[in-house]
Each structure stands twice: as C-alpha cells, then as structure tokens.
C-alpha cells in the first residue's frame, strides 16, 4: 500500500472538514491507505515543543503529507508552528525529502489572507525539499460548470471559506474542491512511488 498522510489544525471545524474532504478523496484511489492526523495541544509542551513522536514517525513512514491550518492572522495557526518546528529535525537529515506534498487552508472570508498560509505550507514543503502538488481542476468560475469547485482561484493548494459560526460553511463546492484534491495527491502519489 501506499501511504497518505494528513496533519491539521482546525480552530473552528472548517479545516477539519477540509481535512476529512481530502482524506475522502484520497481514500477513493485503490492502493492508497490514509492517515488524517489533528493537531491539538496536548501534543505541545509549555515551552512550544512538538512531543507526539508517534505522529512523526508515522508521517516519516508515509509517501505524502498534506499539511492543513486555518489562517490566523495571515499565517498558520500557533498550534501548527509548534508541529513545524519539529520538523527541523527531517531538514537536517532529508529525512522527508521526495515525499509529495500538499496544502489546505480555512479562514472566515473568501480570500482572508489564505494565500499566505497557502505560501507558508508550500516553504515548509521546499525547505524539506518535498514535491508539491497542486489543485485538481480549474475553478468552476472558469469552466462554468456549476459545481463550486474553487470559487477563489487558489492555485497553491485548498482554500475553504468558514464562518464564526455553524453557517453551513464550508460549502459543498469547498468541499468538493477539496475531494478532488485528496484523489489528485493520491494518484500523484502512487506514480511518484512506482517510478522510485
């Protein structure tokens, strides 16, 4: 089998989705296993460390990681920095180095500064030297298909919109967007491990 992984942190819920979404999608692909770990912070020491060993090694085990965070403030949350820090250890190493790689992304608005978040995940993936891998199909705004898929146009990875509130967000076309991903970084996955 080949191995997905997924590790996320969702302040509202909508990440999460994105993150289930994805995993879905991924799930769909025959000879793909998928992982869709949460960050939380019990994994966090008072200091800010990283300390669920359990969880690296499963993501060191894997042929994809996607990385998942809500936009706060323009970047990825406090929680998720705290697991990206910790990844330092695989820079030095090239411990993760030619694993795909993927990114997602919530924030309350339709752009709501996603594209920097969207730009953090994918540095985070080129300084572990990863190979990124972007979204499935042209935004629905394009094709006029009438699907929501992407409505936003973001071409980084998955940017969702969710509210402060149970609203009904995100979308069924975020969603869809983001089921699409998960099988794109599947597939992409499964060639990338055959040519190895």
Wanted: no cysteine.
């Amino acid at each position: 089998m080949t191995t997905l992984s997924i590790i996320h942190h969702s302040g509202m819920g909508h990440t999460a989705a994105a993150a289930e979404a994805i995993a879905g999608g991924a799930a769909g692909v025959d000879g793909i296993d998928v992982n869709n770990f949460a960050i939380d912070s019990s994994q966090i020491t008072a200091d800010g460390g990283w300390m669920d060993a359990e969880v690296l090694e499963a993501l060191t085990a894997s042929d994809a990681i996607v990385f998942g965070a809500a936009t706060y403030m323009g970047n990825v949350s406090w929680q998720f920095q705290a697991f990206a820090y910790a990844t330092g250890q695989f820079w030095m190493s090239n411990g993760w180095q030619d694993k795909i790689a993927g990114g997602f992304t919530a924030s309350s608005f339709a752009s709501g500064d996603k594209s920097s978040t969207l730009d953090y995940l994918s540095t985070l993936a080129m300084q572990l030297r990863m190979v990124w891998v972007g979204p499935a199909t042209p935004s629905s705004n394009l094709t006029g298909d009438g699907r929501g898929i992407d409505p936003n146009g973001f071409y980084r990875g998955v940017g969702v919109v969710g509210g402060r509130s149970d609203s009904g967000l995100p979308s069924q076309g975020d969603l869809l967007t983001a089921e699409l991903y998960g099988a794109r970084l599947a597939e992409a996955t499964k060639r990338w491990a055959a040519a190895a």
